[in-house]
Each structure stands twice: as structure tokens, then as C-alpha cells.
């Protein structure tokens, strides 16, 4: 006979307040009453729920300034005298908060898993590396900005993205000890133009909110992200 459990999966309400580029990113972690008709329902201890809490606000922060660096707004970037194409292909970026390749792949390698890391750093738009390693005359290693990605006006080619990473609303919902479900909800930019950005969309979508999906693993210690949402 199947019994019916009901199980808070997050018992907290948390707001954290992380300053992401010129904006403020607000995680809400919400509580979720789940009634599931199973025999079994994984429920985290107190220390894995935190656990879980804790990383999901970092994890999630990253996985925004990720999607903004390679996708949605790219860095600053150098032009060449007399607005000519660079030669090496590849426009100097210029950036406070990243200097170096390694600076970029610390990010992307401490947010994503193994798979999906390499592909947002090769290959993220289908068209290869949005940066690589570039060397000055001085040979100081920098990054260097793939010339496709630059318009006519040397304006960044980013894709156009109508919902806001500002006051995002997320609930957790863990599977185990080493996996958690992540349901991501986003408000639509007040000033924004069609969106052209793909994301997992679920069905009960409204013109005015993005519901999305994630899934966090813990792998030799360390909780990732298995793939980049937007």
C-alpha cells in the first residue's frame, strides 16, 4: 500500500545580497511543501540542507556573471588604431575584476562541472571560444576577445535577453546527499525588447516570467552546476 508523505524540502527563507557587476543579485530560497506518492522521501539533514542552501547562492550567482561574460554583455575590450581589424584575430580585453585566462577558466571550472565548463570556454555559441590566452609585446598574458564577437560599431555581439538575474526566485529540491534540484523563476526587464535568448521554459510560463531549470551535483567534495541556465 502507498502512503503519502508531505516533506518541507527547504524550511527557510533566506535573502542574500551579492553585488554582481553594477547590479545587486538577490537570491530567495523559498519554502516548499511537497506531498510525493512514494514509499520513500529523501529528506537532508540539517547540515546538508545548509550545505545545499549555501552553495545553491554562490553557485547561481556564478552561473548570472557566467551567462553575462560569454553571452549577454562580453568585457571591455581595446579597438585597434584606426578601428582595423586585429591582426592576431583577437581584441585586448581590458577588465578590472579579470586579467588573465586563468582568471575566467577559475570561474567557469569552480561553477560547472568537468563537460560543461570545457564547453562553455571552447565553444559556448557554436563558434568557438568567446576568449583566449593573448600575449602583449611584453609578453604579459592576457585575454584577448574573439574578433567575430565584436560588431561594426565595436560593440560586443551579446544576445538579446529580456528577463532579469536582479531578484531571482529560487527553490531547492534535493534528490540526495549529492544532488539538488534547483526551480529558477525571473521577472521581465522593465525595459526590455524580444527576447532571442534560449532557455529552458516550462509550460506555465506568462509573458512576464521565466521559469527555468538546474540541477546541482556534488562531485569529489565540491557542488556544480551541470549546465549553464539562462
Known amino acids: 500500500m502507498t502512503k503519502k508523505n508531505t516533506v518541507a524540502t527547504i524550511a527557510t527563507i533566506i535573502v542574500a545580497l551579492l553585488a554582481l557587476s553594477a547590479t545587486f543579485f538577490l537570491l530567495y530560497k523559498m519554502s516548499q511543501e511537497q506531498a510525493q506518492e512514494n514509499d520513500y522521501v529523501y529528506v537532508p539533514s540539517e ?16 552561473n548570472c556573471e557566467i551567462f ?9 575590450h581595446e579597438a585597434e588604431p584606426y578601428n582595423n581589424k586585429p591582426e592576431d584575430k583577437l581584441y585586448t580585453v581590458k577588465s578590472d575584476k579579470y586579467s588573465t585566462m586563468a582568471d575566467l577558466e577559475k570561474l567557469v571550472k569552480s561553477t560547472f562541472v568537468e563537460k560543461e565548463a570545457e564547453r562553455i570556454l571552447t565553444n559556448v555559441n557554436g563558434n568557438g ?7 602583449n609585446y611584453d609578453g604579459e598574458k592576457g585575454i584577448g576577445l574573439a574578433m567575430d564577437m565584436v560588431d561594426k560599431n565595436g560593440r560586443f555581439k551579446g544576445i538579446t535577453y529580456e528577463y532579469s538575474w536582479t531578484n531571482p526566485k529560487v527553490i531547492l529540491n534535493p534528490v540526495s546527499n549529492t544532488e539538488c534540484e534547483l526551480k529558477i ?3 521581465k526587464e522593465n ?9 529552458t521554459v516550462e509550460g506555465t510560463d506568462t509573458a512576464d516570467t521565466l521559469k527555468l531549470s ?8 565540491k557542488w556544480l552546476l551541470q549546465k549553464l541556465t539562462y
Request: no cysteine; charged share 25%.
Open 47 to 62: 547540515e546538508i540542507n545548509n550545505e545545499m542552501n549555501d552553495n545553491a547562492v554562490t553557485l547561481i550567482k556564478n
Open 68 to 76: 553575462r561574460v560569454f553571452l549577454q554583455y562580453g568585457l571591455a
Open 129 to 135: 571560444p568567446v576568449f583566449s590566452e593573448e600575449t
Open 185 to 187: 523563476e525571473l521577472e
Open 191 to 199: 525595459t526590455a525588447t524580444e527576447s532571442g535568448a534560449e532557455s
Open 214 to 221: 538546474a540541477t546541482m551535483i556534488k562531485a569529489n567534495g
